[in-house]
């Protein structure tokens, strides 16, 4: 029995969309939530539709004693992202260009290197960095905050070098040939042509920055640097008596995620170009 490419087109489909429901259930859960009285929310089995929309859950998560995102947090988020994620692609962009082109007896060992770095688990360096951080005067600073996570290259200096790597050569002689440096040819040649590796590249850090736990909880013991990770990680708890809603916190957490859903859906036709093929046209 032969089945026709329609047939098969529409159960590829079919698949895709069956997935796609199952692996965004959660967010679509949480979703519903945000938008459920707190009563409805505790019902037992739960309910998956809201009976009626509650959109001041989302008011709820910025004033009164509900409150759970501060604005000050969500400065200190943006800033944390922003300022690690910009300077670690300013270094894996660079670093991917050395050890993908340059010619030098070292260029192996380096790139070693940097593929054993991404097996250490970030538990184990956790403590080390605290010291010299501390040494160094920064903690509870955005410049401890940012720089020992903008100093973890291992990931994207390879993610670069592997796409820097598919490039022609003919294009580096030629700009060699025009007496261009490597400086030159990294703002020219390298940055516009490695689009979609930015992409992918900023598709994931952004998303493991914004959602950092552990680092800003260590780094910044004030409540003045405080992120919204650890600021959602509090909502759970009482204070003075006083316990955020259910629904607040999902909605809260809505709000938390947009910023990611946005930067995804900014860098997807870059990054889908970059899964298709080279991005040298």
């Given at each position: 029995?032969?089945?026709?490419?329609?047939?098969?087109?529409?159960?590829?489909?079919?698949?895709?969309?069956?997935?796609?429901?199952?692996?965004?259930?959660?967010?679509?859960?949480?979703?519903?939530?945000?938008?459920?009285?707190?009563?409805?929310?505790?019902?037992?089995?739960?309910?998956?539709?809201?009976?009626?929309?509650?959109?001041?859950?989302?008011?709820?998560?910025?004033?009164?004693?509900?409150?759970?995102?501060?604005?000050?947090?969500?400065?200190?988020?943006?800033?944390?992202?922003?300022?690690?994620?910009?300077?670690?692609?300013?270094?894996?962009?660079?670093?991917?260009?050395?050890?993908?082109?340059?010619?030098?007896?070292?260029?192996?060992?380096?790139?070693?290197?940097?593929?054993?770095?991404?097996?250490?688990?970030?538990?184990?360096?956790?403590?080390?960095?605290?010291?010299?951080?501390?040494?160094?005067?920064?903690?509870?600073?955005?410049?401890?905050?940012?720089?020992?996570?903008?100093?973890?290259?291992?990931?994207?200096?390879?993610?670069?070098?592997?796409?820097?790597?598919?490039?022609?050569?003919?294009?580096?002689?030629?700009?060699?040939?025009?007496?261009?440096?490597?400086?030159?040819?990294?703002?020219?040649?390298?940055?516009?042509?490695?689009?979609?590796?930015?992409?992918?590249?900023?598709?994931?850090?952004?998303?493991?920055?914004?959602?950092?736990?552990?680092?800003?909880?260590?780094?910044?013991?004030?409540?003045?640097?405080?992120?919204?990770?650890?600021?959602?990680?509090?909502?759970?708890?009482?204070?003075?008596?006083?316990?955020?809603?259910?629904?607040?916190?999902?909605?809260?957490?809505?709000?938390?995620?947009?910023?990611?859903?946005?930067?995804?859906?900014?860098?997807?036709?870059?990054?889908?170009?970059?899964?298709?093929?080279?991005g040298v046209d």
């Amino acid at each position: 029995m032969v089945i026709s490419p329609r047939v098969t087109r529409r159960v590829r489909i079919l698949v895709a969309v069956i997935v796609g429901l199952v692996m965004s259930a959660p967010l679509l859960y949480m979703l519903a939530g945000s938008l459920m009285s707190n009563s409805q929310l505790s019902i037992q089995p739960p309910q998956y539709i809201p009976n009626s929309l509650h959109f001041g859950n989302y008011p709820a998560a910025f004033h009164g004693q509900t409150q759970v995102i501060q604005v000050r947090s969500f400065v200190n988020s943006v800033v944390f992202t922003v300022g690690a994620v910009g300077l670690q692609w300013a270094l894996c962009i660079s670093g991917g260009l050395v050890i993908a082109k340059m010619r030098f007896r070292t260029r192996g060992l380096i790139t070693v290197l940097f593929a054993v770095s991404l097996f250490i688990p970030l538990i184990t360096t956790l403590i080390p960095t605290f010291v010299v951080t501390y040494k160094l005067g920064i903690i509870n600073t955005y410049e401890g905050l940012i720089l020992p996570i903008a100093a973890q290259t291992g990931f994207g200096s390879l993610l670069f070098r592997q796409y820097i790597k598919q490039l022609p050569e003919e294009l580096f002689d030629a700009a060699r040939i025009d007496g261009a440096n490597w400086w030159l040819m990294l703002r020219r040649l390298v940055i516009p042509l490695a689009k979609p590796a930015t992409a992918a590249y900023l598709a994931i850090s952004v998303l493991t920055a914004w959602n950092m736990y552990l680092w800003p909880l260590v780094a910044a013991e004030g409540g003045s640097l405080q992120v919204l990770t650890q600021t959602l990680a509090n909502a759970g708890t009482s204070s003075l008596g006083q316990v955020t809603p259910q629904n607040v916190i999902y909605a809260s957490v809505v709000i938390v995620t947009l910023p990611m859903i946005i930067v995804f859906l900014a860098v997807q036709p870059a990054f889908i170009r970059g899964l298709a093929g080279s991005g040298v046209d």
